[in-house]
Structures are given as C-alpha cells and as structure tokens.
C-alpha cells in the first residue's frame, strides 16, 4: 500500500482538508479521494489528490 496526500481549499486559499490515505495504486487512490471528497461535500471545492511520487492524480479549481 502506498501513502497518497487530498488537500482541498475554500476560494480564499484557506486549507479545509488534508489528509494522507492508503491506497494499492493511482486508480484506486483516485477513486477513493474522489468518494472522501463526496461524503465531505467538496467536490466542487478546489482540492487535488498526490501520490507518493508527487503526481497529481486528481485536480479542480
């Protein structure tokens, strides 16, 4: 498993999640940020998803 990184912000820059989660690759990380960021109503927040490399796997502004 690999540690992977979802930031979400409020439009003014102001950081309202962050957190690190466990994931067995990019596609299963995607889809798990994609469904933490629903059940905390920011979808349509700006957020991004990293991996351990540092490759944006998930990104809105």
Not at 7 to 27: H, L, S, V
Not at 29 to 44: D, G, H, P, T, V
């Amino acid at each position: 498993m690999k540690t992977y990184k979802l930031t979400a912000f409020e439009a003014n820059g102001e950081k309202i999640a962050d957190e690190a989660f466990q994931a067995d690759d990019d596609a299963a990380a995607k889809e798990l940020a994609e469904k933490l960021l629903s059940e905390k109503n920011l979808l349509e927040k700006t957020h991004r998803c990293t991996s351990p490399s540092g490759k944006l796997l998930l990104f809105h502004s």
